[in-house]
């Protein structure tokens, strides 16, 4: 809109500048004739009434003719003052009555800008034998009258057809992006992960063309993003075989040592080879859940009490490290059971770590505001204020004391993403600990 109504303003000037300089030049060239016909009537009768004051009739005719302050003088041979206004201004090189019988000159009179016009005719009379010359005094009223009015009366018309071009183009531009705004509706709609051609229906050429580089730009990034996946699953899987393998192996060398040295030494392998087991397995999860979509997949609903109640089963047969305050209402949501486990594991998994035995963590469960809402707390040590976008940025720890890939919150975030949630870190109202709320849209269950 800019770009054509700013050409538009700038032509409506220049066309108005034009305007005004044509109306000054043509206004010029009719009120110089008028002072040319008002200066042979003069002299017409300045002849015949032998220099006596104007007639009536003549008066009459002046009047009607213009509204402006009139004034006259005429000079007859010899430049004798025959009648008029003697004091009115000569031109100013003199009057050249033989190469130039007419003349025109800007001056002033009785403190008026006028408009003079010098007639010379030639007499050939008893009484006048000669050239005589009448001077006619115009103000500028008139003038100035006509040329305001032509450019008002364009100024106008321009700001109604700029008006009306505007309505137009705002029109024509609301049916002409139409196109436009349904391809953004069609890419804000669309799940983080759909990274599928874009459809293309009938377009202008002009968005057909974006969005052919859109749909190339997509399978590019497509390709790449299944080019790292495939890299780290094919990485994973083969770290995971001799890891797994390496555990129980150095279970029986552990038994089979001898000395306290051995087993130390042994026991730190066997410690190894779990954190490069645990970090194997997030990073597994983790490829796994950048590269799942909700829409290619067949969600189904979950309740995240009972998947909280499965893990601490779990947890419970393997022995549990620390007291858990179990807080749970149905809390529906439509998600990946897998993936969502994943991340209950992840929260609850950190909030032990940071807690001692006598320490007492809280998992709570519940409805609020047509929202499912899961809530671990723990009674540690907390996160710092700057660290708290930081943790969940991958392999970021904020307690290199404790054991850990720096993946767990990574994998969370990247999971309730997937599932349209959010997660955040709150302080708990006693200031101890830290508590992780994460909330997802409500499902009606099955």
């Known amino acids: 809109m800019a770009w054509l109504l700013v050409p538009l303003l700038f032509l409506s000037v220049a066309h108005l500048a034009s305007t005004y300089l044509d109306t000054k030049k043509a206004s010029e060239q009719v009120f110089d004739k008028l002072l040319v016909t008002l200066a042979l009537s003069i002299s017409e009768h300045a002849l015949a009434s032998g220099g006596d004051t ?49 003349e025109f000159y800007d001056s002033n009179y009785l403190d008026q800008a006028v408009r003079v016009s010098a007639v010379s005719t030639l007499i050939d009379r008893d009484e006048f034998k000669g050239w005589m010359t ?33 309505i137009l183009f705002s029109i024509g531009v609301v049916f002409g992006l139409r196109p436009l705004r349904r391809l953004q509706g069609s890419v804000e709609r669309r799940d983080m992960h759909d990274l599928s051609p874009i459809i293309q229906q009938p377009l202008p050429s002009e968005i057909a063309g974006v969005v052919g580089a859109l749909n190339d730009l997509l399978a590019r990034l497509s390709a790449h993003i299944s080019l790292t996946k495939s890299f780290v699953e094919n ?21 089979s040592a001898e000395s306290e040295r051995e087993k130390i030494t042994i026991g730190k392998i066997r410690d190894s080879a779990k954190r490069i087991g645990r970090l194997t ?16 997949n067949k969600p189904s ?12 089963d779990q947890l419970n047969r393997g022995g549990l490290a620390v007291n858990v305050n179990l807080q749970l209402k149905p809390a529906p949501i439509l998600g990946l059971p897998l993936l969502i486990e994943e991340a209950i594991d992840n929260l609850i998994d950190n ?9 007492v963590v809280l998992v709570r469960t519940n409805v609020e505001n047509n929202t499912s809402v899961l809530e671990i707390r723990d009674r540690g040590i907390g996160i710092h204020l700057q ?39 709150i302080d708990p109202a006693d200031g101890i600990g830290t508590s992780m709320v994460c909330s997802f849209p409500f499902a009606v269950p099955d």
């Not at 990485?235 to 279970?251: C, E, F, G």
């Open 54 to 102: 104007l007639t009536d009739d003549l008066l009459e005719m002046i009047r009607v003719t213009t509204n402006d302050n009139l004034y006259y003088k005429v000079i007859g041979p010899d430049n004798s003052f025959v009648a008029g206004y003697e004091d009115i201004p000569s031109p100013p090189n003199g009057l050249n009555v033989i190469e130039r019988q007419i």
């Open 134 to 166: 009448t001077l006619v005094a115009q103000t500028l009223n008139d003038r100035n009258q006509f040329v305001r009015t032509s450019v008002l009366d364009n100024l106008w018309r321009l700001t109604l057809i700029i008006l009306v071009t505007t």
């Open 235 to 255: 990485a994973a899987h083969q770290l995971r075989t001799p890891v797994s393998a390496l555990i129980p192996q150095t279970d029986l060398a552990l038994r």
């Open 281 to 296: 397995h997030q990073l597994l999860n983790l490829t796994y859940a950048e590269s799942i979509s909700l829409s290619s």
């Open 301 to 312: 609903t979950i309740d995240l009490a009972t998947s909280v109640t499965n893990h601490i």
């Open 351 to 359: 909030a032990i770590k940071y807690s001692s035995a006598e320490e």
């Open 387 to 425: 660290d708290r976008e930081k943790v969940f940025d991958r392999f970021f720890r904020s307690d290199e004391s404790k054991e850990g890939s720096g993946l767990g919150l990574s994998i969370v975030q990247e999971i309730i993403s997937l599932h349209n949630g959010t997660i955040k870190i």
